[in-house]
């Protein structure tokens, strides 16, 4: 079993719209100064630019094509061996290895992994998009049960 996403990959039909919108809108001030017979000074070309720029990034990340790609990645890798997470291109990468964990205990959106060595390491997925984190939620589940551990609800209140 196995489970492999890009964190960055997310269509979204708003943001398509929007950048659409934006190049209207270019279209529209463009448009607007030719019919007025004006000529396009320094502030429109800026101003143009810089929408033109956004409507860009607006479509291109609506299609699914990231442009934060660039900068680095998101992921989540979940195997037999490893639970390897980045959430975010600018947060650091997490690791665990399940033959070091001891315990799993979980809330709604958040994993604490007991290792071996008794510390805990805490896994939120509370940031991430909805669909991801339910379903890295409920592979970590499933494997953590085929793997042979009693994943526990956490109890905040606890008596030692």
């Known amino acids: 079993m196995k489970l492999e996403r890009d964190l960055l990959v997310q269509k979204s039909k708003f943001k398509t719209i929007l950048g659409l919108s934006l190049f209207s809108l270019i279209i529209l001030w463009i448009l607007s100064k030719y019919y007025t017979d004006q000529e396009l000074m320094t502030f429109d070309w800026l101003y143009l630019s810089c929408l033109l720029v956004l409507c860009i990034f607006f479509f291109l990340e609506g299609r699914g094509i990231p442009i934060t790609r660039f900068m680095g990645k998101a992921f989540v890798l979940i195997d037999d061996e490893q639970i390897s997470l980045k ?7 997490q690791t665990l290895f399940w033959n070091e964990i001891e315990r799993i205990e979980y809330e709604p959106h958040k994993f ?24 890295i939620k409920e592979f970590i589940m499933v494997l953590g049960k085929k793997k042979g551990f009693q994943i526990e609800r956490l109890n905040k209140f606890k008596k030692d």
Do not use: A
């Open 87 to 93: 959430k975010r291109v600018w947060y650091k990468e």
């Open 112 to 135: 604490v992994f007991t290792m071996t060595d008794k510390s805990l390491i805490p896994i939120t997925l509370g940031n991430m998009n909805y669909r991801f984190s339910t379903e």
